[in-house]
């Protein structure tokens, strides 16, 4: 149980164009996910979180307009990275939570975003 | 705020010998600490969390951890490694939000 997915699980894309990628939280209702950062042979780092209904809140840093985050239902949130450069190209992870299975963080498989 | 702090960006150990990393952390609020292994190109997936019961955890495939309060430690330990434990691991804090360390390669010789 408590399965997350990831989609696509890479996307090669121009510069300037956006770029969508959808999580899903499989088997559970999620009534919160995150949205991860990772750069090669870095750590994860968190850019918003996210609950059902509402504005994604978003860490210090990350911006808004560029990385629209949208969570329209319990099992599905998206990352639309806007006008996309080269220094966006990262591996993105999200994750999924729920009060009923004591807020544990799930984790999708992640996307590898690549922008020439 | 909480920060994590893991000790070894890469540590090589032989098949069978015993694994250790090391992770410090710091934290204003009694933590939940959790321990998480990452394949390449793979998402994370939970070894093992400590959630103020047991002070030593055991979690999947082998490994298990021990939180120490007057050490601010919880160290991750394997008692005789395989090659397919061969992987990144996150050790990482839950105070208002998950942080993670920076990451231990581990490298596993034949």
């Known amino acids: 149980g408590a399965v997350v997915s990831q989609h696509p699980s890479r996307v090669i894309c121009k510069s300037g164009t956006s770029v969508k990628i959808e999580c899903r939280s499989l088997d559970f209702q999620a009534t919160t996910m995150f949205w991860y950062r990772q750069f090669p042979k870095q750590s994860l780092m968190l850019m918003a979180t996210?609950?059902?209904?509402?504005?994604?809140?978003?860490e210090q840093g990350v911006e808004k307009d560029k990385f629209l985050i949208n969570h329209a239902s319990l099992t599905l949130s998206t990352l639309t990275v806007t006008s996309a450069h080269p220094e966006d190209s990262s591996f993105y992870i999200c994750?999924?939570?729920?009060?009923?299975?004591?807020?544990?963080?799930?984790f999708g498989p992640g996307t590898r975003l690549t922008v020439l | 705020a909480q920060s994590v702090t893991q000790l070894g960006s890469h540590v090589s150990v032989s098949e069978g010998a015993l694994v250790l990393l090391r992770c410090n952390y710091s934290s204003s609020v009694p933590p939940y600490l959790f321990w998480y292994v990452q394949y390449p190109n793979q998402g994370l997936q939970l070894l093992l969390k400590y959630t103020s019961a047991a002070t030593l955890v055991k979690g999947i495939n082998g490994f298990e951890a021990e939180f120490k309060k007057s050490e601010t430690s919880f160290h991750l330990t394997k008692p005789s490694a395989h090659m397919s434990d061969a992987a990144e691991y996150f050790c990482a804090v839950y105070g208002n939000k998950l942080v993670f360390g920076a990451g231990t390669i581990l490298r596993v010789k034949s």
């Open positions: 996210s609950n059902e209904g509402s504005k994604a809140t978003y």
């Open positions: 994750s999924a939570s729920s009060r009923t299975l004591r807020n544990e963080q799930f």
